[in-house]
């Protein structure tokens, strides 16, 4: 589960993601926010610091957030943010015991683990939303060979996984089979937005 701790990096992840890719994970975490229904209740999973909470502020102030982190500074940090939303904190390493969801949202979060934890994670946010819910989904992908700066980028996410896994002690070295966790048995794609070459991309999922 989420029992990797990011509290070491917190004070300066966001600096260091800035420095490295720029606005460019924000803006793509953010792309289909205003996707989401006006009214109702939306998890985030692995929000970090919370920058998402003031996109989502702008886009969807009535809905009611549950915010769900495992590092204590991280939520430290997302309680500082000036947002409008109603949010509930849950501080801890699995999600809560809710139903009924219209969203889950996952930035940036499944990448740091092994494949049969992140599908864990799939399925346990599947078992808590609405019929017609949808999970938001945004994380990297394998470089594309076709891009000439593929070599840079397969070299920077070895050095991620390196870095995360000394620092917070992640378990995964590469990325999840995403085709695999979000299979169309269970899962329909309804929006798609690419960044970086392909290298990062959001979608939204409903299930099938």
């Known amino acids: 589960?989420?029992?990797?701790?990011?509290?070491?990096?917190?004070?300066?992840?966001?600096?260091?993601?800035?420095?490295?890719?720029?606005?460019?994970?924000?803006?793509?975490?953010?792309?289909?926010?205003?996707?989401?229904?006006?009214?109702g209740r939306v998890m985030i999973v692995g929000g970090g610091s919370g920058k998402i909470l003031q996109a989502l502020g702008r886009t969807r102030p009535h809905l009611e957030i549950l915010y769900v982190e495992a590092s204590s500074r991280m939520v430290a940090l997302a309680q500082?943010?000036?947002?409008?939303?109603?949010?509930?904190?849950?501080?801890?390493?699995?999600?809560?015991?809710?139903?009924?969801?219209?969203?889950?949202?996952?930035?940036?979060?499944?990448?740091?683990?092994?494949?049969?934890?992140?599908?864990?994670?799939?399925?346990?946010?599947?078992?808590?939303l609405q019929r017609e819910g949808q999970i938001l989904f945004t994380d990297f992908f394998p470089p594309d060979v076709?891009?000439?700066?593929a070599w840079k980028q397969r070299l920077l996410l070895w050095g991620m996984y390196r870095f995360f896994r000394i620092f917070c002690g992640i378990p995964a070295q590469r990325l999840p089979d995403w085709e695999a966790l979000f299979s169309p048995e269970?899962?329909?794609?309804?929006?798609?937005?690419?960044?970086?070459?392909?290298?990062?991309?959001?979608?939204?999922?409903r299930l099938a």
């Open 80 to 128: 500082k943010q000036k947002f409008p939303n109603k949010v509930q904190w849950f501080c801890q390493d699995h999600l809560p015991g809710v139903s009924q969801l219209e969203a889950v949202i996952f930035p940036f979060f499944l990448d740091q683990f092994l494949q049969h934890e992140a599908g864990r994670w799939v399925q346990e946010a599947a078992n808590i």
């Open 186 to 205: 269970q899962w329909t794609e309804s929006a798609r937005k690419e960044y970086l070459g392909k290298w990062v991309t959001s979608k939204v999922y």
């Open 146 to 149: 076709s891009n000439g700066g």
């Open 1 to 39: 589960m989420m029992s990797r701790n990011y509290n070491l990096v917190a004070p300066f992840y966001d600096a260091l993601a800035g420095l490295v890719f720029g606005e460019h994970l924000l803006e793509a975490q953010c792309s289909f926010l205003h996707l989401l229904p006006k009214a």
